[in-house]
């Protein structure tokens, strides 16, 4: 390679010595590429001075030079110029474009000197190198297309066409190498970029740089170029889903974790740094019932959950990243709230009055009653009851009720009511509430005043003292207030055709009778008025009883000796028949007494007689006998005097003188009286003449009541048909029929028997019938009531 190459700077070097043999000291020029190997042939220098090579070290020749020395030496053996040491263009002439070695070469004897030059041609032994084989660039990933960026050069110290002439970098869509040469011919690369970068798909590229030469045989250097894709916050966060669903109950405490919202943002650092938060319209709809967290995204229970306020939130959650402009991404969480049972049914009751009369018929309606349950559902369905075996129930429509009466209403019964209404849901476990309803029977006058028995016995001691109160009448009225007042009054009517209020008055506040008059037995035994009770209401009611007043007898009569006859102040004069025997009769003391039972029961005594042994007096008959025959020495009269007196207490009594004569009689009819007293089949005189006084006396009674009656019917006509009885029967022997519940009148008046006492007929020994056809012709006739055998004897 030396030395064929090196032929044609031969040639050169050649033609210039020619043209410089006309000087003495000719310049000489030689060619040489560099790196030839140490003694490569580059020249014949003694041929090319025209130097005889014998004498050339006998001249001295050699090459003095300037650093030629160094890489060049001549043999003086040939005179042949050839490579001392490598020569290496770069460091000797850089990038000098023409790179020469000169050298002197001497001789003596003549002293010559001779000037020439090797001229180092350039060989492409350099390849191209960077600096430290990287290069680092940073792009941001927001750069345009076409974008350039200057990149660091590569060197090569050879020149010319050895020097670098191309760059290229390995295959990528998005980079190419644009080169362009400055003014001094320096190749300058950029990078282009040929498309968007996204850091999101490739973050960075690490490309293989290489630079080329232009040498025949070429070289290349490569460096890696490392391009880091910068973050632009080109992305918005992105939620999971569009729409959050979920569902919380509404009694979930405090705190619970409902959801967790995610977002994702693909760039990094701070843009891809999320916050999220409510949006700001829903930010009011969600404070105190959920919270999220800024940094987790929980979403969690921050209030109390009410299904019956809102039973659903939609609430827009956004998340922001913190880049710069920030970026953000939006979602849609769907809340439901599901349905506790946790509100109990509430009774309402709409009413105006709780008040309802007791006469309301059943089915009168009284009240509303609403029923609410907040919660949904069977949550909130509602059933009300009412206690059963009141009257009242519940109609039902949907959720409001109305309250009815089911019965009739008593207030005197039941005056009010309490209905406990229980209202319980449908849920499970339902929950129920209860409400009592206060219920106020008010009152109807439905009741008249009621007296404890229909008839009342009132029993009056007789002399009792007018104005003094004999009774007291209590009518009971169950109903209220007003409805309540009771009021007495009596019925008119008439007492021995008096009217009642001669008789009796009555206090009409508080029932008190009080007698106007003295009561006389012997007059008016009993009667019967009618006492009526009314109440105030309206309209008013009354009832009325029947008030039997029952005088008592007092002793206040004394006996009435009614034969023997005597003038008041003298005495009552007997005869007796010398010849009577022992136990002759001599008469028999009749007494009256216009009392009744023991105060009508008389005994008669001797009180004072001329001759006790003569006569004695039976203690119940009053018979009066004599006790032996009638002596000579006897007294012709003898003067008795006999007490009367009735068994009342304190008893009455009256006594009766007789002056008995004895009469000078034939003893037959006297010994005859005295057996008839013996035989009780035959009359005696005596016994003839006493009947015949008690049979007037008897007739005469009889017409005196017949009389009294006959007026007194007259009066009670209009007051019998005011009964309506049909008949009337008037019985005062028979006391059974009309006056019921009079024992105690019975038991007065019927004593065990009296003996032989002779009794006044009395008045109501006789009966007195009053059928309607005698009302009707205003007739009276006398009619034996029952058996006329009822007379005592
Ligand atoms: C250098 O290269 C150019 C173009 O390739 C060519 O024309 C020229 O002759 C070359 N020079 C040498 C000294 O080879
Ligand atoms: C009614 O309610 C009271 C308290 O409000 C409660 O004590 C009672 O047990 C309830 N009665 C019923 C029958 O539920
Ligand atoms: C009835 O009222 C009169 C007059 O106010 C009174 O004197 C009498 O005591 C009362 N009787 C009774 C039983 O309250």
Known sequence: MATLPSFPFNVFAFMLLICEQDLIFGQIHYSIPEEME???FVGNIAQDLGLNVRQLSARKFRLSSDDGGRYLKVSLDNGILSIRERIDREPICGQAEICTVSFKATL??????YRGEVEILDVNDNSPTFGDGS???QISEASAPGVRFRLERAEDPDIGNNTIAAYTISFTEYFSIKTRRTESDVLIPELLLDKSLDRELQSSFQLLFTATDGGTRQRTGTAQILVTVLDFNDNAPVFDHDIYRVSVSEDAPHGTLVMIVKA???DEGLNGEITYSFSDVDLRKARNVFSLDPDSGEVRVDGPLDFEKTNSYSLDVQAVDHGSPTMTGHSNVLI????????????????????????APPGTFLTFIDVVDRDSGENGQVRCELPKNIPFRLQTSSNLYKLVTSETLDREG???????????????PSLSSNKTIHIIITDVNDNAPRFAESTYNVYVMENNAPGASIF?????????EQNSYVSYSFVDNFIQNLPVSTYLTINSMNGTIYALRSFDYEELKNFQIQVQ?????????????????IVLDQNDNAPVIVSPSYQSGSAAEEGLPRSAGQGYLVTKIMATDADSGQNARIFYQMVKSTDPTLFTVTKNSGEIRTARRILQTDTPVHTLVILVKDNGQPSQSSTVTMNIRVLEISTEGITESSTLVKNPGYFSDLNVYLIIIFSCTSVAFLLIIVLLIGIKCKQDRSIIQGYNTPSYCYNRGDSQDTYKGRPAMEETLRYPGTGRVVRVPEPHQYSVCLSPESAKSDFLFLQPCGAPTSQAE
């Open 38 to 40: 140490q003694g490569a």
């Open 108 to 113: 003596e004897n003549p002293s010559e000197v």
């Open 135 to 137: 290069i680092a660039l």
């Open 264 to 266: 994702n943002d693909l």
């Open 336 to 359: 439901k709230v599901i349905d506790v049972n946790d509100n109990a049914p509430e009774i309402k009751v709409i009413s105006a009055s709780n008040k309802i009369p007791e006469n």
């Open 414 to 428: 039941i005056s009010e009511y309490r209905l406990p209404i229980l209202a319980r849901d449908l849920g499970s």
């Open 472 to 480: 007291v009448l209590t009518a009971l009225d169950p109903d209220l």
């Open 533 to 549: 009770a009314r109440d105030a209401g309206v309209p008013l009611l009354s009832s009325s009883a029947t008030v039997n007043v």
